[in-house]
C-alpha cells in the first residue's frame, strides 16, 4: 500500500508509519531538551558574571563527572562509546555559544592529536594547528590558547620525552587526560606495492609500523616528519610515495587508503595530555602527575616515596629523565591516584615537600574517561 501509516515491516509486522511518527515525537522533544539545556548552561554563565574569556567557564572536573554519569546510566543499545561521544559534542555546542575555547594542538589537520582534540572538547572548539610540541606550550603560556592536547604515551613506544622535558621548564599544568585507539593506514596513490619507493610518517609511527614495513615494503625508504598528516600532505602528489597515517588524514589530503590497519600491535593506543594555566578542583576520580628530584644519595628516591606506601596511595607510572642542572643528574615524573588536595595525598605531599628539593604538582585532574566496552575488550580490539 502506498500509504505509509499501513506499510509494514515484511517480517515483524510492525506498523512502520506509526514507527516514524513516534521518532518524529522523540526528535521533536530531544531537540526541544537541547535547546533548554542550552538555556540553563547560558544561565550558568550568567551566574558567574562577566568574565573575560570562554575558558573561565569551562570546568573539566564538572564536565567529567556528568561524562561518567552519562556512562553509568548507559544500557543500551548504543555503546558507552557513541553515547560519550554525543553527549561530548552537546556539552561543547553549550560551552560555545558565545565563545568557542581555542584549543592548540599539533598541526597539520589530521593529526591524530586533533582527533584526541575532537574526542575531549567536541567540535564546536576553535582547534589551533601549530608546527611543533613547543609551539602548543608556547601558545597556552602566552594566552593565545586556552588549551592544549600534546601526546605523552603510546602503548607499544612508551614515554614521549619531549613532552615531559617541557614540562620541567614551563609554568603550565596537566587540566585532563585522554585515551585513544590508533589505527595506522598505509596512505599512497600507487596502485600497489610495488609501486611504494618511500614511507613517510611521524617517527613513533614508523615505529609502530616496523614489523609491517618489514614484511611488505624491505626495500622503502622510511623517511621521518613531524607529524602523520604531513606526511600524507606531502604524498599527495607524489604516485611512488606512502604515508602512515590516519583515515582522517586520508579524507582531507585525497590520498586513498592502499592498506588499513597496519600497526604491528592490536593494542595501540596512545595517551594524551590536556595543557593549561590553573589547577582544577576534584572530579572525584582523579589522577595526580608530581614532578620530584633529590639529592644524590643512597636510597634517595625510596624514601622520596615513602610517604606514599605510609598512606597506602597508588602510584600508577614513574619516568626519569635526565635533569638540567646538572650531568647524571635526574628527575622524575610521578602518576598517582587522587587529588592533591584531598586526604590522604594532601598529606603525603606535605611529607614529600621536605625530602625533594623540588616537589612539584604539575596537575591534579579527572582520569581519562572509558568506555566499558573498550575496557572490557582491549584483548580483543585492534
Same mark, same amino acid.
Given at each position: 500500500m502506498s500509504d505509509r501509516k499501513n506499510t509494514k515491516g515484511s517480517?515483524? &509486522?510492525v506498523e512502520l508509519g506509526d514507527v516514524r511518527e513516534?521518532?518524529? %515525537?522523540?526528535? %521533536?522533544?530531544?531537540?526541544a531538551l537541547i535547546s533548554e539545556r542550552a538555556g540553563l548552561a547560558g544561565a550558568v554563565r550568567e551566574s558567574k558574571g562577566s568574565l573575560d574569556n570562554a575558558v573561565d567557564y569551562y570546568r573539566p572536573e564538572?564536565? %567529567?563527572?556528568?561524562?561518567? &554519569?552519562?556512562r553509568e546510566r548507559n544500557r543500551g543499545p548504543i555503546s558507552d562509546t557513541e553515547m560519550l561521544r554525543l553527549?561530548?559534542?552537546i556539552m561543547s555546542v553549550c560551552l560555545a555559544q558565545q565563545e568557542p575555547l581555542k584549543i592548540a594542538y599539533l598541526g597539520p589537520e589530521g593529526t591524530f592529536t586533533q582527533q584526541a582534540v575532537n574526542l575531549h572538547? &567536541?567540535?564546536s572548539v576553535r582547534a589551533l594547528a601549530v608546527g611543533g610540541l613547543d609551539d602548543v606550550f608556547s601558545q597556552v603560556e602566552i594566552a593565545e590558547a586556552d588549551f592544549g592536547v600534546v601526546p605523552v604515551e603510546n602503548s607499544s613506544q612508551g614515554i614521549v620525552s619531549h613532552t615531559l622535558d617541557r614540562f620541567v621548564e614551563s609554568d603550565l599544568r596537566i587540566c585532563g587526560e585522554i585515551e585513544m585507539t590508533v589505527h595506522h593506514n598505509l596512505l599512497t596513490l600507487a596502485k600497489s606495492?610495488? &609501486?611504494v619507493e618511500r614511507i613517510y610518517s611521524h617517527q613513533q609511527s614508523l615505529s609502530q609500523c616496523k614489523r609491517w614495513i618489514h614484511e611488505h615494503l624491505p626495500a622503502a625508504e622510511c623517511i621521518a616528519v613531524s607529524s602523520n598528516a604531513e606526511a600524507a600532505r606531502r604524498v599527495r602528489q607524489i604516485p611512488d610515495a606512502a604515508a602512515i597515517s590516519s583515515e582522517s588524514a586520508a579524507e582531507i589530503y585525497g590520498v586513498p587508503v592502499l592498506f588499513a590497519h597496519i600497526e604491528d600491535s592490536r593494542d595501540n593506543a596512545t595517551r594524551f595530555l590536556v595543557i593549561g594555566r590553573e589547577l582544577l578542583a576534584s572530579s572525584g576520580d582523579d589522577k595526580t602527575t608530581l614532578l620530584l628530584a633529590g639529592e644524590e644519595v643512597a636510597g634517595d628516591l625510596h624514601g622520596l616515596l615513602t610517604p606514599l606506601a605510609r598512606h597506602s596511595l597508588n602510584m600508577t607510572r614513574i619516568e626519569s629523565r635526565p635533569s638540567s642542572t646538572a650531568r647524571w643528574k635526574?628527575?622524575?615524573?610521578i602518576d598517582i591516584d587522587g587529588h592533591a588536595e584531598t586526604e590522604p595525598l594532601k598529606t603525603a605531599l606535605a611529607e614529600m615537600q621536605k625530602l625533594s628539593s623540588l616537589t612539584r604538582v604539575l596537575g591534579s585532574y579527572p582520569k581519562a574517561i572509558v568506555s566499558r566496552q573498550v575496557a572490557e575488550d582491549k584483548a580483543d580490539s585492534a
Open positions: 517480517e515483524t &509486522g513516534k521518532i518524529d %515525537a522523540l526528535d %521533536a522533544k530531544i531537540q564538572r564536565e %567529567a563527572e556528568v561524562l561518567r &554519569g552519562v553527549f561530548r559534542e572538547f &567536541g567540535h606495492l610495488s &609501486g635526574y628527575v622524575f615524573f
